[in-house]
T-cell receptor
Framework: NAGVTQTPKFRVLKTGQSMTLLCAQDMNHEYMYWYRQDPGMGLRLIHYSVGEGTTAKGEVPDGYNVSRLKKQNFLLGLESAAPSQTSVYFC??????????????FGPGTRLTVL | DQQVKQNSPSLSVQEGRISILNCDYTNSMFDYFLWYKKYPAEGPTFLISISSIKDKNEDGRFTVFLNKSAKHLSLHIVPSQPGDSAVYFCAASASGSEKLVFGKGTKLTVNP
């Protein structure tokens, strides 16, 4: 049981390049999330998904797209990277069963630098 | 507008003593609160949570207190251990919302 895994761990991009961050979870969770954390800041929600085939915007969605084609995977795409997207990206997932507390499990993070 | 505030960027305590981390919130719609611990180069780890219908929740050395009238919660760690040294994030959510709103974090250092 690996929990939540993220690929890659580190990446350096040039302005205008594109890339996809992959999040995978093996806990059969319904809900998945992408957050970003900037220095001295708390985590901010980018996009989330409440089930396979669904996506929704979070607090800071501009410049990102997501897809949830399979229940266990949640992809975050940057079509044209900008220096403002330099950040650490965390994926999280949680069980959607009623009565459970809202306690998402987080992945180890992807550190992205855009030059 | 910062809805969840952790006003102390850092806290230093001696091993064996109590650590008290504080968190204030402004949104009265928040009804569920969580604390996460984060080590460098790792993802946040869920620590403890509390629903607004309670004013205290305890799990081993960790206790969270919620004062709804003051819109304030605190995390108590007793006794503190060097392995508790990490950044602690307070987070809040409102019923029906998938968004967790995080504070900026407090870096706790427990000295041996």
């Amino acid at each position: 049981n690996a929990g939540v895994t993220q690929t890659p761990k580190f990446r350096v991009l040039k302005t205008g390049q594109s890339m996809t961050l992959l999040c995978a979870q093996d806990m059969n969770h319904e809900y998945m999330y992408w957050y970003r954390q900037d220095p001295g800041m708390g985590l901010r929600l980018i996009h989330y998904s409440v089930g396979e085939g669904t996506t929704a915007k979070g607090e800071v969605p501009d410049g990102y797209n997501v897809s949830r084609l399979k229940k266990q995977n949640f992809l975050l795409g940057l079509e044209s990277a900008a220096p403002s997207q330099t950040s650490v990206y965390f994926c999280a997932s949680r069980d959607g069963l009623a009565g459970r507390g809202y306690d998402p499990y987080f992945g180890p993070g992807t550190r992205l630098t855009v030059l | 507008d910062q809805q969840v505030k952790q006003n102390s960027p850092s806290l230093s305590v001696q091993e064996g003593r109590i650590s008290i981390l504080n968190c204030d919130y402004t949104n009265s719609m928040f009804d569920y609160f969580l604390w996460y611990k984060k080590y460098p180069a790792e993802g946040p780890t869920f620590l403890i949570s509390i629903s607004s219908i309670k004013d205290k929740n305890e799990d081993g050395r960790f206790t969270v207190f919620l004062n709804k009238s003051a819109k304030h919660l605190s995390l108590h760690i007793v006794p503190s251990q060097p392995g508790d040294s990490a950044v602690y994030f307070c987070a809040a959510s409102a019923s029906g919302s998938e968004k967790l709103v995080f504070g900026k974090g407090t870096k706790l250092t427990v000295n041996p």
